[in-house]
């Protein structure tokens, strides 16, 4: 970890630009944050520089190890293309570990990624309040960094279980490794974080649009609760959210997603990733990532409407697995919204119709460049969450008023039976494929039954889930199901402490 924080700090001290007088300009290769941060634009450009490794993680990693990480999607075996052997480790639960940590790539950039976060937003709590500029906005940069580090240090704690606690920007070799810190410590230090950046943060409606608000915050926090089991505080969070009046289901849930051009950060939306579409090299392209294998141009056109189609070899990650399709209600509209099918002229399956995860598919101008909104939270999973938290404490009549808030939107009635139960299977309808099933397993008590049991399913019948007859799961298939990821071993290497 040693290089990743050195590194990122650099990175993150090299964010300016031209000044106003060249004859004044401090050499790129001497910037530091002494002579960068001395001005309120300085530390806008390093908060936005805070937020850019989300688009990575959640066009690249965020639904590897969260969604294909469970029952809810799997890859489309391609034996033509070969082995993908990386992605495939995790949503067979075969990742290789060994005295605590792995060689998994998307597990060691997952991790990079999100101490990236935390050294670009260390690099301004650490300075912002040395520098004097509006009391207003200084409140906001901070508020955002904040959040940014605390959701970092939420997803690693989540993934990892223990991590090191970077506080303090790392300025020399000798300050880049720390011990591991305890799950309890790790959540001390994101509850103080969200705590402190909620009253600094403006409204939805009083904020730039694509930027963490006090809803985001409250809402962050009250899923840290939740993890915690902290069912009265996540409830008071929750109201908050839900009397601000700043949000509001969209009665069309296929319209609830943005596009790739509009419809972001709509009414609905809480908090998501900003992508834009065109050659800023601000684009996505996960969708692409979603789709079946081997795909012609002319099927991949059917679905992203580019002028410039191409076809899709390799193998197909994140499909729908026949669990999460025989998951929805008859009658719930989400299933048609968020699920449609192609048939592949080039599968080596006799059955060549496979499901994709339609949601988040909408048409572009290019090929593999997208500009489509990433849902980190929606108000849906608001409603949800409060939901939970006041069932678990015995509010039943309550809990169902919001939970039926959802199921109405969805073209259901009211729920029956366990109410528990219920609130479990509308998150996991509601927000399918939104990186949040694998999370929800861990954090219920689930996971190692609804697994184990999944992977049987795979081994006893693989053409089910899109394996070409005659082909069978790997020998090691779902042999290390396991409630945290190990540490990534390219890190060990230059750590002590694990």
Known sequence: MKKTILFTFLVGSMLSSCKDDFLTIVPETQLSSATFFTKEADFQQAVNAAYVPLRTIFNDRAWLLGEMHSDNTYYARNPLFGATEQQEDIADFAIPTANGVTSNTHVLNQYRQDYLIIARTNQVLSTIDKVDFAAESKNNLKGQALFL?????????RYFGKVPL????????????????????????I????????????AKSKQEAGRVTSGAARTLLANVYINQKKWAEAETLLREVVTSNEYALIPNYADVFSTSTSNKNNKESVFEVQFLEGSAGLNGNFIYQFMPRPMAATEVVTIMGTSNPQPLDAEGNNIPTPDIIAAYETGDIRKDASIGYITLSGSARSNKVYPYIKKFAKPHALHNNTGTNWPVYRYSEVLLFLAEALNEQGKTGDAATFLNQVRSRAGLGEAQGDL?????????VELAFENKRWFDLVRTGRAIDVITAYGQRVKANPVAYYYPEGSQPRSHAFSNITLTYALPADEAALSPYF
């Open 149 to 157: 580090r605390a959701f970092a240090y939420f997803e690693l704690v």
């Open 166 to 189: 970077h506080l303090t920007p790392v300025t020399n070799r000798e300050e880049a490794a720390l011990p591991l810190s305890s799950e309890e410590e790790l959540y001390t230090q």
């Open 191 to 202: 509850v103080k974080d969200l705590t402190e950046a909620i009253p600094m943060l403006p």
């Open 420 to 428: 528990r139960e219920a609130i479990y299977q509308e998150r996991r």
